[in-house]
Each structure stands twice: as structure tokens, then as C-alpha cells.
């Protein structure tokens, strides 16, 4: 038995096999371009952003570094292969529509003599007998006009006869039954979905090699790559190696230095640090650190210790960076320049994460130093008990902000809205002794108006459609709270109604599947920080006596209610919703909690406040009065917490 080869000659086929293996690359990773976006990105998206004209040192290399940063974002080399990939299928769609596809006949015999299925088989011998007097060769001419030749007349009648004996030799149906064949058994045909002038000319093993290359190699292991890098990330897209050693960083007692310690452990910057860039200037680095009076009084005694102990190059470097940046030391190089200003994003990244692992323990401590060195990666500034709120606003410099202490007479660094609390001409006194000249101030103040800074006016704990808080029923923590930018002036009463959170009646389905609304904030005001970030904040409630968190956080991106005038910028003062839910104690008595309030974007703008939950006996919730409206309780049943 022989092999025959067969060739795609006319292309019929040859979309297919195109399309089938483009379709393996393209629709995987068209799927990973459509998931979901991380609310951080979309509230991106939508986000408006601060305006003000103050350009930074090296402005030209953070915005080189942020639009490097934004093309990470969009996945461009993604993009770009999914459109091909997708184009090519098209194009192969087409080719299949239009392309005409010869079917292959399927030898009859049936056919051959004209005579029907039901035939008998003297009705079969009439028919050979009549057929033999006008197709024999020898009694036929061949027609010229039909393009007919001795060698076409010839072969019809070759047919003829295996048809005639496959209908009436036993031997030769055995092998028409068996095979599809008079003739019997047939040589292996092997179909190639090649054109044909792909492998004219003895090109065909190298076609073949090529082929075997691509779909024996490239695509396992393309797909394959896919598959690692998605099982070697965590839910937080940072590498699972990073994680473990942030895990191993961690310990109860952190503050912000040990925050920076522990996610420079990450995998994340040897790939940003790769190559010569591993300890290229790293005695330079490590001696601008040592004179510059900022850095010495950002980092304790155990954050230099730290520094000098590590061993590896590359973590070295990465640490030494991350402090240079954090306390803005000027570097000299534009080299290392460049690397300090990539490194914040991808810091800013891992601390995400590392706030997962600090969450999972449940302690207060390593959580709120994760958060205030988001806080501190944003804005540049020390994550440290000295880290200065008004190194937030333009053109104030850390010498300034040093002089403002001084002169205001306070132990520690003042906020940006006590800053901007004071009355103007103390604000101008005190900037004028700081070397800070009026149009300079001005520029600040104007940033400082347009600052999100969230303050709560009321909240209280309910729950939904009930008068009393019952053990192990579900609670919501609500917050009623409005923003008003530092230094706001003529701000309008709170509307009582808008305080109330009256829940829908029991037979409005409609009212109860109302999605609200969601309007982000602008964009953070961090002209070091190389990458466009839309502010967080986190609501949760902790226990102070042991340290840990009672209640795990609730994040908001966009409210209920627009924050300010998407065309002027102003606040609207509307009052905005944060609700929490959780479960109640299954014990009855007084709980008392710290509501925290943190975001993860400014320094010096979270707030906390004691608060106290009633659990009342379950025999309470069976009391209902004929006359009370259960679905929209008083007030006065729940306990309501007011702040100034």
C-alpha cells in the first residue's frame, strides 16, 4: 500500500486551518484584554482633573515616565495583536464565503449505468447489453464536438464495465461494499492544507519544517506563556514571588519604613532594574541619600540599617530609590532620575497588595502604614510621623514647610485644610517667612480649593426595614458625609432630608433595584507621581483595645451624588452615601468601635471617630406598634452619631 500526498491546490481549505490557528491565540487573548477593568482604571476614565500651571523638576521625565506608565495601562502590544489576529480571521471568513469548493464525486455504479437502485439484476445485464452497442469503443466515434478523444471514449467504457461487475461479480461488490472500490483497497491519501505553489520547486520540507516549527513549538509554548503568567499572578496582578516575599516582611508591629523595607522586596523592579541597570550608579545613589538632610530625617535608624544590610544589588538599589524618592532628593543623574520616578507606580501597585496580606492578619497597625504609604508614593512625601501634608500643594518645598512649623510654633507639620483654616493674612505672613513669595501662595491656595476632602457630617448604624438592631442580623454602617475642599468658603447648610436614609417601600421593586449613580472625583493632584491615579477611600471599623480590625474595610471610588461641577470644578456640597454592611454581634449589649475613614491618595485627610452599637434583645424586633411605619423608622430608634 502505498501514501498519496495531496495539496490544497485551489485553496479551498487552506482558510480553514488559518483560522483555526489564529482563533487558538487571538480569542485567549482577546479575553484577557475585555475582562473587567480594576475600578481604579475605570474611575480613571471618567475622572476630571485639578487644574494648576506648577511644573516640577525634571517635569520633562516624569511625563516621559507617565506616558511610558499609560501604554503599560493599554496593553498596546496586546491591542495590537488581537486587532491583527482578528483582522486575519476576517479575512479568512471572507475567503471561505466566496471561495468555491469542489466536492469530490463518489464512485456509483448505479450512476454509471443510469439504472435505479432497485434494479434487478436481468434488469442490469438489459441494460450492459444496450449500453455496449453504443458506447463499446469500437462501435463509437469519438465527437469532436463535445471535445471527445479515443482515450475519454475508452476510459467511459472501462467505467461501464466496473460498474456492470460490481453489480454482478461477487468478488468485485465484495470490494465496491468493503472499500468504495472495485479495485479494492486503495493507497493512504493524506490531505495537506497547503496551496500547492507553496511547496512547488522542492520548497516543501522547508514549509514543513516551518510548520512544524509554529505548531509543534510556537504555539505551545505561546499558549503556554499565556497560562503561566495568569497562574503565576495574584487576584492583585502582582507575581506570586513578590507576594511571598512581602508575606515574609510582614510583621504586627509596621510602620511606613517598614513598609518601604518589605515591598522592596518585589520581584516587580528587577525587571524594571534589569540588566546594567542592576547597581549602575549605586554608590553615587547611596551617597546623595547620606547628604541630604531631608532623607536623614525621613528614614529612622533602622530604615538606614536596613538599607546598608542588604546585600542584594538589585533590592538595594530599589530601596535606596524608593527613599530618594519618597523624600525628593534631587539625584544629579537623569538616568537614575528616570528609575526613581518608574519605581513610584509600581510601588504604588505592590502596596495594594500588600494591604491584602496586612488585612488577612487583621491588625490595625501594618494595614494603616500600607495605606499611608500609598498615601506618601502619591504625593512624595515621607510616609514617617515627619512627613509634611503641604509638601501636597505646589511650590511649597520641604525647606518651606519646615520654616512654617518653626514659625507657627507647632510640634508637628501642619495639614493642608489647617493650613488653610488660618486667616489670610497669617497664611501670607507665615509664607512670606518661608521664602514663599504671593503668586506662588496663590497658585497653592488654588490647588487647595480643589482638594477632595471628605468630611462626615453624620452617621449611624440600621438595619433595612427594621426598628432595632437584633444579634446576628445584617447592619449597615451609613455615612452621610459632603466634600469641601480646604479653605472653602460660604459653605451652605446641610438639608436634614439629606441626613435621612429612608428605605423604599416594600412593594416598590423598582425603587429597590435602582442602581445609584457613579460619579467619580477628579483625578489626584501628584505632579511626582508618574501615572494618572483616581483617589479610594476605605471605611472600616476597628477595635482599639486589641489593636485589630473589627470590621473589614468597604472601598468608594464614585458616589451616590456628583462631588463637584464636572464644568467649573467647584464643589456641589451634596450630600454623598457610604454604606457598609455587615453582621451584627450574635450577643446582646454596647459595642464600641473606631470608625476609621482613610484615602489612599492625600496625606492628612482621614478622619476617625468613636462609635457605639446597641444590640437590643431579639423580643424587641416582635414589639411593632400598628401605627409605625416599619419600612421607614424614626431616627430616634437607631443610634445616630453626629460629628462637627
Same mark, same amino acid.
Given at each position: 500500500?502505498? $501514501?498519496?500526498?495531496?495539496?490544497?491546490?485551489?485553496?479551498?481549505?487552506?482558510?480553514?486551518?488559518?483560522?483555526?490557528?489564529?482563533?487558538?491565540?487571538?480569542?485567549?487573548?482577546?479575553?484577557?484584554?475585555?475582562?473587567?477593568?480594576?475600578?481604579?482604571?475605570?474611575?480613571?476614565?471618567?475622572?476630571?482633573?485639578?487644574?494648576?500651571?506648577?511644573?516640577?523638576?525634571?517635569?520633562?521625565? #516624569?511625563?516621559?515616565?507617565?506616558?511610558?506608565?499609560?501604554?503599560?495601562?493599554?496593553?498596546?502590544?496586546?491591542?495590537?495583536?488581537?486587532?491583527?489576529?482578528?483582522?486575519?480571521?476576517?479575512?479568512?471568513?471572507?475567503?471561505?464565503?466566496?471561495?468555491?469548493?469542489?466536492?469530490?464525486?463518489?464512485?456509483?455504479?448505479?450512476?454509471?449505468?443510469?439504472?435505479?437502485?432497485?434494479?434487478? &439484476?436481468?434488469?442490469?445485464?438489459?441494460?450492459?447489453?444496450?449500453?455496449?452497442?453504443?458506447?463499446?469503443?469500437?462501435?463509437?466515434? @469519438?465527437?469532436?464536438?463535445?471535445?471527445?478523444?479515443?482515450?475519454?471514449?475508452?476510459?467511459?467504457?472501462?467505467?461501464?464495465?466496473?460498474?456492470?461487475?460490481?453489480?454482478?461479480?461477487?468478488?468485485?461488490?465484495?470490494?465496491?461494499?468493503?472499500?468504495?472500490?472495485?479495485?479494492?483497497?486503495?493507497?493512504?491519501?493524506?490531505?495537506?492544507?497547503?496551496?500547492?505553489?507553496?511547496?512547488?520547486?522542492? $520548497?516543501?520540507?522547508?514549509?514543513?519544517?516551518?510548520?512544524?516549527?509554529?505548531?509543534?513549538?510556537?504555539?505551545?509554548?505561546?499558549?503556554?506563556?499565556?497560562?503561566?503568567?495568569?497562574?503565576? *499572578?495574584?487576584?492583585?496582578?502582582?507575581?506570586?514571588?513578590?507576594?511571598?516575599?512581602?508575606?515574609?516582611?510582614?510583621?504586627?508591629?509596621?510602620?511606613?519604613?517598614?513598609?518601604?523595607?518589605?515591598?522592596?522586596?518585589?520581584?516587580?523592579?528587577?525587571? #524594571?532594574? $534589569?540588566?546594567?541597570?542592576?547597581?549602575?550608579?549605586? !554608590?553615587?545613589? &547611596?551617597?546623595?541619600?547620606?547628604?541630604? =538632610?531631608?532623607?536623614?530625617?525621613?528614614?529612622?535608624?533602622?530604615?538606614?540599617?536596613?538599607?546598608?544590610?542588604?546585600?542584594?544589588?538589585?533590592?538595594?538599589?530599589?530601596?535606596?530609590?524608593?527613599?530618594?524618592?519618597?523624600?525628593?532628593?534631587?539625584?544629579?543623574?537623569?538616568?537614575?532620575?528616570?528609575?526613581?520616578? =518608574?519605581?513610584?507606580?509600581?510601588? *504604588?501597585?505592590?502596596?495594594?497588595?500588600?494591604?491584602?496580606?496586612?488585612?488577612?492578619?487583621?491588625?490595625?497597625? @501594618?494595614?494603616?502604614?500600607?495605606?499611608?504609604?500609598?498615601?506618601?508614593?502619591?504625593?512624595?512625601?515621607?510616609?514617617?510621623?515627619?512627613?509634611?501634608?503641604?509638601?501636597?500643594?505646589?511650590?511649597?518645598?520641604?525647606?518651606?514647610?519646615?520654616?512654617?512649623?518653626?514659625?507657627?510654633? *507647632?510640634?508637628?507639620?501642619?495639614?493642608?485644610?489647617?493650613?488653610?483654616?488660618?486667616?489670610?493674612?497669617?497664611?501670607?505672613?507665615?509664607?512670606?517667612?518661608? !521664602?514663599?513669595?504671593?503668586?506662588?501662595?496663590?497658585?497653592?491656595?488654588?490647588?487647595?480649593?480643589?482638594?477632595?476632602?471628605?468630611?462626615?457630617?453624620?452617621?449611624?448604624?440600621?438595619?433595612?426595614?427594621?426598628?432595632?438592631?437584633?444579634?446576628?442580623?445584617?447592619? *449597615?454602617?451609613?455615612?452621610?458625609?459632603?466634600?469641601?475642599?480646604? !479653605?472653602?468658603?460660604?459653605?451652605?447648610?446641610?438639608?436634614?432630608? +439629606?441626613?435621612?436614609?429612608?428605605?423604599?417601600?416594600?412593594?416598590?421593586?423598582?425603587?429597590?433595584?435602582?442602581?445609584?449613580? =457613579?460619579?467619580?472625583?477628579?483625578?489626584?493632584?501628584?505632579?511626582?507621581?508618574?501615572?494618572?491615579?483616581?483617589?479610594?477611600?476605605?471605611?472600616?471599623?476597628?477595635?482599639?483595645?486589641?489593636?485589630?480590625?473589627?470590621?473589614?474595610?468597604?472601598?468608594?471610588?464614585?458616589?451616590?451624588?456628583?462631588?463637584?461641577?464636572?464644568?467649573?470644578?467647584?464643589?456641589?456640597? &451634596?450630600?454623598?452615601?457610604?454604606?457598609?454592611?455587615?453582621?451584627?454581634?450574635?450577643?446582646?449589649?454596647?459595642?464600641?468601635?473606631?470608625?476609621?475613614?482613610?484615602?489612599?491618595?492625600?496625606?492628612?485627610?482621614?478622619?476617625?471617630? /468613636?462609635?457605639?452599637?446597641?444590640? /437590643?434583645?431579639?423580643?424587641?424586633?416582635?414589639?411593632?406598634?400598628?401605627?409605625? +411605619?416599619?419600612? /421607614?423608622?424614626?431616627?430616634?430608634?437607631?443610634?445616630?452619631?453626629?460629628?462637627?
Amino acid at each position: 500500500m502505498s $501514501s498519496d500526498y495531496n495539496y490544497d491546490t485551489d485553496a479551498q481549505f487552506f482558510p480553514f486551518f488559518v483560522l483555526t490557528v489564529t482563533s487558538l491565540i487571538t480569542l485567549p487573548l482577546t479575553y484577557s484584554l475585555l475582562r473587567a477593568p480594576s475600578s481604579q482604571v475605570a474611575s480613571s476614565s471618567k475622572a476630571s482633573q485639578i487644574t494648576s500651571t506648577y511644573q516640577p523638576d525634571n517635569v520633562d521625565i #516624569i511625563d516621559s515616565q507617565r506616558a511610558k506608565q499609560k501604554r503599560k495601562d493599554l496593553h498596546l502590544k496586546s491591542i495590537l495583536t488581537a486587532a491583527v489576529g482578528w483582522s486575519i480571521m476576517a479575512y479568512m471568513v471572507y475567503l471561505m464565503v466566496v471561495t468555491a469548493r469542489s466536492v469530490p464525486e463518489i464512485w456509483n455504479p448505479y450512476d454509471i449505468l443510469d439504472i435505479s437502485m432497485s434494479a434487478q &439484476e436481468k434488469d442490469i445485464n438489459r441494460r450492459y447489453r444496450k449500453l455496449s452497442l453504443t458506447m463499446h469503443p469500437d462501435k463509437r466515434e @469519438p465527437n469532436a464536438a463535445l471535445n471527445e478523444t479515443a482515450e475519454s471514449v475508452n476510459n467511459q467504457w472501462v467505467e461501464i464495465v466496473k460498474a456492470y461487475k460490481a453489480l454482478t461479480d461477487e468478488e468485485v461488490r465484495n470490494n465496491y461494499i468493503m472499500y468504495g472500490n472495485p479495485d479494492g483497497k486503495q493507497s493512504t491519501s493524506f490531505g495537506i492544507a497547503l496551496p500547492q505553489f507553496i511547496v512547488a520547486e522542492g $520548497s516543501g520540507k522547508y514549509v514543513l519544517l516551518i510548520y512544524g516549527a509554529l505548531l509543534g513549538i510556537g504555539l505551545p509554548w505561546l499558549v503556554g506563556s499565556w497560562w503561566y503568567g495568569m497562574r503565576n *499572578q495574584t487576584k492583585e496582578k502582582i507575581l506570586v514571588t513578590s507576594a511571598g516575599n512581602m508575606f515574609r516582611e510582614y510583621s504586627p508591629n509596621m510602620d511606613g519604613g517598614d513598609v518601604v523595607a518589605a515591598i522592596s522586596s518585589a520581584t516587580e523592579f528587577k525587571d #524594571i532594574l $534589569s540588566g546594567t541597570k542592576a547597581d549602575a550608579g549605586l !554608590g553615587k545613589l &547611596e551617597n546623595k541619600l547620606r547628604s541630604s =538632610e531631608a532623607c536623614n530625617t525621613a528614614m529612622l535608624s533602622k530604615d538606614k540599617k536596613k538599607l546598608v544590610n542588604t546585600e542584594d544589588p538589585e533590592r538595594r538599589k530599589t530601596l535606596a530609590l524608593l527613599w530618594a524618592y519618597l523624600a525628593r532628593v534631587p539625584l544629579d543623574d537623569a538616568n537614575l532620575e528616570a528609575e526613581k520616578f =518608574e519605581l513610584a507606580p509600581t510601588a *504604588q501597585r505592590l502596596s495594594e497588595a500588600f494591604t491584602s496580606i496586612a488585612l488577612a492578619h487583621g491588625f490595625t497597625a @501594618p494595614v494603616f502604614a500600607s495605606w499611608r504609604f500609598a498615601q506618601s508614593i502619591t504625593q512624595a512625601v515621607s510616609p514617617g510621623k515627619d512627613g509634611a501634608p503641604l509638601l501636597q500643594l505646589p511650590h511649597f518645598t520641604i525647606t518651606i514647610v519646615d520654616e512654617i512649623r518653626r514659625n507657627s510654633k *507647632q510640634r508637628k507639620h501642619m495639614t493642608v485644610q489647617s493650613f488653610m483654616a488660618l486667616p489670610p493674612e497669617q497664611r501670607q505672613a507665615l509664607a512670606q517667612a518661608a !521664602g514663599l513669595t504671593n503668586d506662588r501662595l496663590r497658585a497653592a491656595e488654588s490647588v487647595a480649593r480643589q482638594l477632595p476632602l471628605l468630611k462626615v457630617e453624620k452617621a449611624f448604624f440600621k438595619v433595612q426595614g427594621e426598628k432595632y438592631i437584633i444579634p446576628s442580623s445584617l447592619v *449597615q454602617l451609613v455615612v452621610k458625609a459632603r466634600f469641601i475642599p480646604p !479653605g472653602t468658603t460660604q459653605i451652605p447648610p446641610v438639608n436634614e432630608k +439629606d441626613l435621612l436614609d429612608i428605605d423604599p417601600a416594600d412593594g416598590d421593586i423598582k425603587a429597590q433595584k435602582i442602581e445609584p449613580e =457613579e460619579n467619580p472625583v477628579p483625578l489626584a493632584y501628584a505632579p511626582y507621581f508618574a501615572r494618572d491615579r483616581a483617589p479610594r477611600w476605605h471605611v472600616f471599623l476597628g477595635d482599639n483595645r486589641q489593636g485589630r480590625i473589627a470590621v473589614p474595610p468597604f472601598t468608594f471610588a464614585a458616589f451616590d451624588k456628583k462631588p463637584f461641577d464636572p464644568e467649573t470644578g467647584k464643589p456641589t456640597f &451634596e450630600v454623598v452615601t457610604l454604606k457598609m454592611q455587615f453582621q451584627a454581634p450574635p450577643q446582646v449589649g454596647e459595642y464600641k468601635f473606631t470608625m476609621h475613614l482613610v484615602c489612599d491618595s492625600y496625606v492628612g485627610f482621614d478622619f476617625k471617630q /468613636e462609635v457605639v452599637l446597641n444590640i /437590643e434583645d431579639a423580643s424587641k424586633g416582635l414589639e411593632v406598634d400598628s401605627d409605625d +411605619d416599619i419600612s /421607614e423608622p424614626d431616627e430616634g430608634e437607631f443610634l445616630i452619631l453626629s460629628f462637627p
